[in-house]
T-cell receptor, first 113, second 110 residues
Framework: NAGVTQTPKFQVLKTGQSMTLQCAQD?????MSWYRQDPGMGLRLIHY???????DQGEVPNGYNVSRSTTEDFPLRLLSAAPSQTSVYFC????????????FGPGTRLLVL | EDKVVQSPLSLVVHEGDTVTLNCSYE??????LLWYKQEKKAPTFLFML????IEKKSGRLSSILDKKELSSILNITATQTGDSAIYLC??????????FGTGTSLTVIP
C-alpha cells in the first residue's frame, strides 16, 4: 500500500492564480480531510469528506473548494491564491468507524507571492 | 468555540529525563482524543483515547484521559534524542471534525 499520497511536494504561485493539490489513498478509507499547518497555529481543518459525493466545511474553508468523486481521491482547489494561503497542506484519511486514527500524507508546501 | 490547548509550548530536557505533556480541550460532542508525533514531516499516530482513566502504553510513552477535567497527559520516560519532535494533541467530535492544539515542541539534549 502506498498509503496517502500528495502532489506536488512544493509549489510557488502568484497571487490570483488557481491550482489543485492532489490527494489519493489506497486503503479504502471513507473519511478524508485537508488541513493547513501554520507556525503557532497547529493543524486546522479546511474541508472533509465522509464518502464519495459527500463533502463538508471545516474550521477554515474560505478560499478552498473540494470534491470527492471517488473513494480514493480528494483534491483541494485554490480558486484565486492569496499570500495568506502560504502554508503547508496535509491530506489525511481514516475509516469511518471512529475507532481508527487518521493517516497523513507527506504534505505540500505552498508559497503564494 | 471548540478549542484544544497544549502546554508547555516548548520543552528542553536532557537524555534520561521524564517529561509530561498536557492537553486540555473544550470540544462539544467529544468522541476521542488523539496524540501524534511530528518530526519535520507528517504527523504519525501515537495514541487514541476514548475512555477516562485507562492508561495506554507503548514502550516509554504512555497517555491517559480525564474526561471530568477535559484533559489528557502524555508521559515520556527515559527520554532519548529520537524523542525530539513536536507532539500534537487532537480531539475528534461526533460531527467528524478534528481540532488540533498548537503542539508542544520537545528537544532532548544528549
Amino acid at each position: 500500500n502506498a498509503g496517502v499520497t500528495q502532489t506536488p511536494k512544493f509549489q510557488v504561485l502568484k497571487t490570483g492564480q488557481s491550482m489543485t493539490l492532489q490527494c489519493a489513498q489506497d486503503m479504502n478509507h471513507e473519511y478524508m480531510s485537508w488541513y493547513r499547518q501554520d507556525p503557532g497555529m497547529g493543524l486546522r481543518l479546511i474541508h472533509y469528506s465522509v464518502g464519495a459525493g459527500i463533502t463538508d466545511q471545516g474550521e477554515v474553508p474560505n478560499g478552498y473548494n473540494v470534491s470527492r468523486s471517488t473513494t480514493e481521491d480528494f483534491p483541494l482547489r485554490l480558486l484565486s491564491a492569496a499570500p495568506s494561503q502560504t502554508s503547508v497542506y496535509f491530506c489525511a484519511s481514516s475509516y469511518q468507524t471512529g475507532q481508527e486514527t487518521q493517516y497523513f500524507g507527506p504534505g505540500t508546501r505552498l508559497l503564494v507571492l | 468555540e471548540d478549542k484544544v490547548v497544549q502546554s508547555p509550548l516548548s520543552l528542553v530536557v536532557h537524555e534520561g529525563d521524564t517529561v509530561t505533556l498536557n492537553c486540555s480541550y473544550e470540544v462539544t460532542n467529544f468522541r476521542s482524543l488523539l496524540w501524534y508525533k511530528q518530526e519535520k514531516k507528517a504527523p504519525t499516530f501515537l495514541f487514541m483515547l476514548t475512555s477516562s482513566g485507562i492508561e495506554k502504553k507503548s514502550g516509554r510513552l504512555s497517555s491517559i484521559l480525564d474526561k471530568k477535567e477535559l484533559s489528557s497527559i502524555l508521559n515520556i520516560t527515559a527520554t532519548q534524542t529520537g524523542d525530539s519532535a513536536i507532539y500534537l494533541c487532537a480531539v475528534h467530535n461526533t460531527g467528524n471534525q478534528f481540532y488540533f492544539g498548537t503542539g508542544t515542541s520537545l528537544t532532548v539534549i544528549p
